[in-house]
């Protein structure tokens, strides 16, 4: 009983959630560029509420309350996606939350795609994620470290075909090149140019990939020329 409860709250939420935001697309009126943001302060619910929904660009009637529904059923999407078992319900999850995902994309299990920017992360065709990942679009240092550490959301793109393994995390801003593989478990912190394979903490030049015919066909050693960088 109590479940059946909880499954009709659920589906009500979704459906005043929609009839809300329906005119508000976040695509629309935040550009995917680089954006400075406050530093992070704690503050009471409403108060962090009120300035969330302001920097978001939230106004008129309940703006308030539809960011708060909007922030909700997109942490609802996203701990859903989590726990389905197939690629192709999580990136139909994740295109409900904003995220731009391409056709022939996939997306594997307890990848976690930023709670609160979710239309900064643009994934292209074909790409792969492996599965127990991080996509972060924006970072909020303590006020206290506002002189070490700037706060601000960027765009991260995972082009064609890029192979981001297990475990990895993609810090806000980067581009993963076209047909770029990033070893498991680590931490990419630069953009990484098209064809090369990148690993570690932060992640750095393994070794290219050599083409033939647009296809792979091996690794190479060699430095990454000016040509190559993104």
């Not at 197939?86 to 056709?103: D, N, T």
């Not at 920017?117 to 240092?141: Q, W």
């Amino acid at each position: 009983m109590f479940i059946e409860y909880y499954i009709i709250a659920f589906f009500l939420i979704v459906l005043l959630a929609i009839a809300l935001f329906k005119g508000t697309n976040e695509a629309k009126y935040l550009k995917l560029k680089y954006k400075e943001l406050p530093h992070h302060i704690e503050r009471s619910f409403f108060d962090a509420l009120q300035r969330s929904s302001k920097e978001h660009g939230y106004s008129g009637f309940l703006s308030s309350f539809r960011f708060f529904l909007r922030r909700l059923f997109n942490h609802i999407l996203q701990i859903i996606s989590k726990l389905v078992p197939y690629s192709g319900f999580r990136v139909v999850l994740h295109r409900m939350r904003g995220v731009s995902i391409g056709k022939g994309a996939h997306i594997g299990p307890s990848v976690t795609i930023d709670d609160v920017y979710p239309n900064y992360v643009i994934i292209e065709k074909n790409a792969s994620i492996a599965g127990l990942n991080f996509i972060l679009t924006h970072t909020k240092p303590l006020e206290y470290h506002k002189e070490l550490s700037k706060s601000y959301v960027a765009p991260v793109r995972i082009k064609e075909n890029a192979w981001i393994a297990i475990g990895v995390i993609l810090l806000p801003g980067v581009t993963v090149g076209k047909g770029s593989i990033v070893a498991a478990g680590s931490v990419v912190t630069e953009s990484v140019p098209d064809n090369c394979f990148v690993g570690g903490c932060p992640a750095k030049l393994i070794k290219k990939i050599e083409l033939e015919d647009g296809k792979p066909i091996s690794f190479k050693s060699g430095e990454i020329s000016k040509k190559d960088e993104i």
